[in-house]
């Protein structure tokens, strides 16, 4: 019960943050239940995952006094949980790979949201037909390229706004609490509740995508309709080198898109958190790996819609459970603090 009395102990933004790490280790039983070898580096992980998790809330949640072997397990928790969403993709994408395909549907849906706009609605044809920005323009050539640089480049964005940044943060938090005999900074609970926030709303936005991809699987435009396609997309320099690098011929995790999911619920946390710069910027750039997505033909429209409402979806569980309930129990302190300070009792 020990651990039961560390969650109680821990304010919300905090115990969401377990609740989602729990389930990201819950959804390797799952891909186990597929016998797929990619899964050993997925119970690796959650294993030493859970480990940690367990030793936190049983021996350091619910004991203050115990701060300085409690904040190392805490860093090293948070570190370690988001090492299990790789592992999570490629086992995702293997079984996906082995059902039968849904990109026919995922096409009718096309049809019937953009089908008066756009031919059939396919919309990566009607960009590669396109004598603007098709991929035989000069125009079209530059934004392959760069488009094709930006969507790389977006596997470090999570990595760096989140472990780097957020996690340098509350390793400065530590340092300082170790430098000042456990006294805490002033902004010792916001790095933290921020950190543990985002980090809650990118693993479930994550093991939902992953969840999805084997319910939906779809391989694709670029592979669905690759016959259909006039112009291909031809890459020079830097972005053909990428290329290679990304390309995985056993994807078949089209429906929903992770890239923009996973950003979008970036974006929304860090505004959530009073990030609001930086969370502007990183849901622009969501809309920006979106369109990339669509023209360099790794998404149907569908996908992106899909995308972002189980983006919302997260945001929400995690606003809703965690960082609300929080922002309500500080209101309530400080209005009994308020009452406190204004009774007879205290006047006298």
Not at 69 to 94: D, M, Q, Y
């Amino acid at each position: 019960m020990k651990i039961l009395k560390g969650f109680q102990f821990l304010n919300p933004i905090y115990q969401m943050f377990f609740i989602s790490t729990l389930l990201s280790c819950f959804f390797t039983i799952y891909l186990v239940a597929h016998l797929e070898i990619e899964t050993l580096y997925s119970v690796m992980v959650s294993t030493v995952t859970l480990i940690f998790a367990i030793i936190y809330l049983k021996y350091y949640a619910a004991y203050p006094l115990k701060w300085k072997k409690g904040e190392i397990f805490l860093i090293i928790l948070t570190f370690i949980t988001v090492f299990h969403l790789p592992a999570h993709f490629v086992s995702a994408a293997r079984i996906s790979y082995r059902r039968e395909k849904k990109d026919d549907l995922l096409i009718k849906f096309d049809k019937y949201i953009l089908g008066w706009i756009v031919k059939d609605g396919k919309i990566s044809l009607w960009i590669d037909n396109n004598d603007y920005i098709g991929p035989h323009t000069t125009i079209g050539k530059f934004i392959n390229n760069s488009l094709q640089i930006f969507y790389f480049f977006y596997y470090l964005i999570p990595y760096i706004s989140m472990h780097f940044f957020s996690l340098l943060n509350c390793l400065r938090e530590i340092i300082f609490r170790y430098r000042n005999n456990g006294a805490k900074s002033s902004s010792y609970k916001k790095t933290w509740n921020s950190t543990l926030f985002v980090f809650s709303c990118y693993l479930l936005t994550c093991v939902i995508v992953f969840f999805v991809n084997t319910l939906v699987p779809a391989t694709s435009p670029r592979k669905h309709l690759k016959n259909e396609f006039v112009h291909s997309l031809s890459l020079t320099g830097f972005g053909k080198y990428l290329n290679k690098k990304s390309k995985d011929e056993k994807s078949a995790n089209s429906f929903p898109s992770g890239h923009v999911a996973e950003i979008l619920s970036i974006g929304l946390a860090f505004y959530a958190t009073k990030h609001k710069f930086t969370g502007k910027l990183i849901i622009y750039n969501s809309g920006l790996i979106a369109f990339a997505t669509i023209f360099l033909r790794y998404h149907y429209f569908c996908d992106i819609i899909a995308a972002v409402i189980i983006a919302f979806i997260s945001f929400e569980i995690n606003y809703i459970i965690g960082l609300k309930r929080y922002r309500n129990k500080i209101k309530q302190n400080q209005k009994i603090f308020r009452i406190m300070n204004d009774s007879p009792e205290t006047m006298i």
